[in-house]
């Protein structure tokens, strides 16, 4: 196996996306144009998606560290608008494009229509997550963005499957369809709620954090496997157990929480920004053999589905939002805050990414008679045109439409205070147990010891409200700023003196490693206890 173009991909990637950030272009977007750039360069190798890779190996993990960094219990009450865009939207969509596809497009099968509505029915988790983290969008759109991407895959899987049968002829009934569908949801939550609990368990027990990461690696594939081998939804079985390890990570260990999140991160990053490579990096291969349709009539077909995708969105959007404010008072009191606006942008932000391409590259090249599968090839080209319209024109447009809307954003001052507050009830309460614990003569301590407690409880309470102050006249830092300063200062010049005593043979290697890290580790305190 030659891995060099494997090891290419992810190293021209991690640069794009690197460069990306010094750019006000969002790195999807960067991604996504470097690799139809690069699709045609000579050298470059072409790159096909496999679905038996996307779809097992790459899904999970970022399925995971999406549901990991949601919050359970905003997706518990936003449950009613997540529920009808992950579910019913992709469900309205797989029927609504596919039937219009199919007046659409001459000679297009109905069945094959069908599969290219489920194909392309699905937003995108990551390219969600990535437009909505770079415009900072307010905290419910960002969460019902979020619930959406995590579950309208497990939707779009089933609709694909059972529209996949109808077109290479095994058979398909509503009835089936609905069973299937049932099936693999409640299958994919139980599968979940079966492991989550022991995965838990375990790595709580866990006493080493390289062990416990190294679970928490496998923890994704492990769900998505399970749940696919019994014929339920990986997805929602990787998401169930996600979301449930996200909400009691405070049981874990501190060290195994700080790798833990150090790795997600890279993992996540490798990943997306590879994907979305992969994405322009398709444009050769759909272009290779488009059937009995010509290119000119392939790009006319692209651009018309590529309205019924928006068009579509929009029309499930605004009745899905303000039907339920006029059947319930209840939810018209608890969403009065609901305008025009809101689903406009959630109608807007439905872009398309990889897993729709992975779906349709899983398409069989011929039906179960040994036919081959009708305008397979365009359906490719289609789903490929969808994704790269909607994440060019929707993922550019977005962050100018949500400037033009004037949107409330995060209230970053009253988000300071409400930390403040709870910062300074935990240090009450830790002040009051350390001299609950200080009166046992088991816990004697020096002065000086007693005394740090104390001043390291006293400015954890103080540094948040430091934050609303005043800046430094001389300096324009805050108070937090000037004490991270320090620290790194001091911190630096310890660092400094380990590694010169290490340079003349007085102290050996391993102990300045143990005594580097100390150091890290107190760093990164003092960022923490103003970042967090």
């Known amino acids: 196996m030659d891995v060099l173009p494997l090891v290419g991909l992810i190293a021209a990637s991690a640069a794009v996306a690197g460069a990306a950030r010094r750019t006000p272009v969002p790195a999807p977007l960067l991604l996504v144009a470097a690799g139809l750039a690069a699709s045609y360069v000579p050298w470059i190798p072409q790159y096909a998606l496999d679905p038996h890779i996307v779809l097992p190996l790459i899904l999970p993990p970022l399925l995971h560290t999406a549901a990991l960094e949601s919050s359970y219990l905003d997706l518990r009450a936003n449950i009613r608008p997540v529920a009808l865009l992950s579910v019913g939207y992709v469900l309205f969509a797989t029927v609504a494009v596919g039937w219009l596809a199919y007046q659409l497009i001459p000679d297009l099968p109905l069945t094959a229509a069908l599969v290219l509505g489920a194909v392309i029915a699905p937003p995108d988790a990551v390219a969600a997550t990535a437009i909505a983290r770079r415009v900072g969008l307010p905290s419910r759109l960002t969460t ?96 169930t157990v996600a979301l449930y390890l996200g909400h009691r990570s405070w049981q874990v260990d501190f060290e195994t929480r700080l790798q833990e999140a150090a790795v997600w991160k890279v993992v996540s990053f490798i990943l997306e920004s590879s994907v979305f490579a992969l994405i322009g990096l398709q444009l050769r291969v759909v272009l290779q053999d488009l059937g009995e349709y010509s290119v000119a009539q392939a790009v006319w077909y692209a651009i018309g589905v590529f309205v019924l995708v928006v068009v579509v969105r929009f029309v499930w959007s605004y009745p899905a939002t303000y039907l339920p404010l006029y059947v319930s008072s209840r939810i018209r009191h608890r969403e009065s805050d609901t305008d025009w606006k809101r689903p406009l942008i959630v109608s807007w932000a439905g872009m398309r990414g990889v897993v729709s391409l992975a779906i349709a590259f899983s398409i069989p ?151 580097l890290r100390k150091l890290d580790l107190e760093e990164a305190a003092a960022y923490r206890e103003v970042d967090d």
């Open 144 to 239: 019902i963005l979020q619930g959406e991407s995590l579950v309208n895959d497990a939707t779009a899987i089933t609709a694909y499957k059972v529209a996949l049968a109808a077109a290479v002829g095994e058979g398909a009934s509503w009835a089936g369809g609905i069973q299937e569908f049932l099936m693999a949801a409640v299958g994919g939550v139980g599968v979940g709620l079966l492991l989550m609990v022991p995965l838990h368990w375990l790595r709580k027990r866990l006493t080493e954090a390289v062990l416990q990461n190294t679970l928490s690696l496998l923890i994704p594939f492990v769900a998505y496997a399970a749940a696919e081998q019994v014929g339920a939804s990986g997805v929602l079985a990787v998401v």
């Open 365 to 515: 090249l011929v039906t179960e008679d040994g036919d081959p599968f009708p305008a397979r090839n365009l359906v490719l080209f289609l789903t490929f045109t969808t994704v790269i319209g909607t994440l060019v024109v929707q993922g550019l447009s977005l962050p100018p439409l949500i400037k033009a809307l004037k949107l409330p954003g995060r209230d970053v001052q009253a988000e300071t205070l409400a930390e403040a507050q709870a910062q300074s009830v935990a240090s009450t309460a830790a002040e009051e147990r350390v001299d609950e614990l200080m009166r046992d003569e088991r816990n004697g301590l020096p002065r000086p010891l007693q005394d740090r407690l104390h001043t390291v409880l006293e400015r954890r309470r103080n540094s948040v409200w430091e934050r609303l102050g005043q800046l430094n006249p001389v300096t324009g830092e805050s108070a937090d700023d000037t004490y991270r300063r320090l620290a790194r200062e001091a911190i630096a010049a310890e660092r400094e003196v380990f590694v010169r005593m290490r340079d003349e043979r007085r102290i050996d290697d391993e102990m300045m490693r143990t005594l």
